[in-house]
């Protein structure tokens, strides 16, 4: 009985990450995580759910997580931003995420990059050059954070069967 609700908030926190790897206001790969963590322990660490494994997919998520939040400022620096671009794009991602989500994230992202890369004295094509950088990087965390969330719910679905 007791295995039943391990699959059943697994199985929650499953659907809540890939939710959260689109919804910013979710931590994706962490709640996936936890999804098969709540399975492992209902399933005592057996195969495939190992103890190694689970220690490996800690570290992918911890890493994921954190490139999440650095893939956007990354990519706005390699598209030529300045520190007020990225500190704009960071402003604009907040502002999106609160105003218009989940979609604002990537246009207020964006947007404030533009508007700040703007306001420090760029130019037109300069400025949209970086606003293009953070919706890459914007962009690039969504498939890396799909991606893990997936690898996840694989291992998740093999634990069941």
């Given at each position: 009985m007791l295995i039943i609700f391990f699959i059943a908030l697994g199985s929650i926190?499953?659907?809540?990450?890939?939710?959260?790897c689109i919804l910013p206001a979710l931590p994706g790969p962490p709640l996936s995580f936890?999804?098969?963590?709540?399975?492992?322990?209902?399933?005592g660490f057996s195969d495939p759910l190992t103890v190694t494994?689970?220690?490996?997919l800690a570290i992918i998520t911890i890493i994921v997580s954190a490139?999440?939040?650095l893939i956007p400022s990354i990519e706005a620096k390699r598209y030529g931003a300045s520190n007020w671009g990225v500190f704009g794009s960071i402003a604009g991602m907040i502002a999106g995420i609160i105003f218009f989500p989940p979609v604002g994230m990537f246009i207020g992202g964006f947007l404030g990059a533009i508007?700040?890369?703007?306001?420090?004295?760029?130019?037109?094509?300069?400025?949209?050059?970086a606003g293009q950088g953070v919706?890459?990087?914007?962009?690039?965390?969504t498939v890396l954070k799909l991606s893990t969330s997936g690898v996840i719910t694989y291992y998740f679905v093999r634990g069941l069967l």
């Open positions: 926190f499953i659907i809540l990450g890939f939710i959260g936890l999804g098969l963590l709540m399975l492992a322990l209902g399933k494994l689970m220690i490996i490139m999440d939040y508007l700040f890369e703007l306001m420090s004295g760029k130019k037109g094509k300069a400025a949209m050059k919706f890459v990087g914007i962009l690039l965390g």
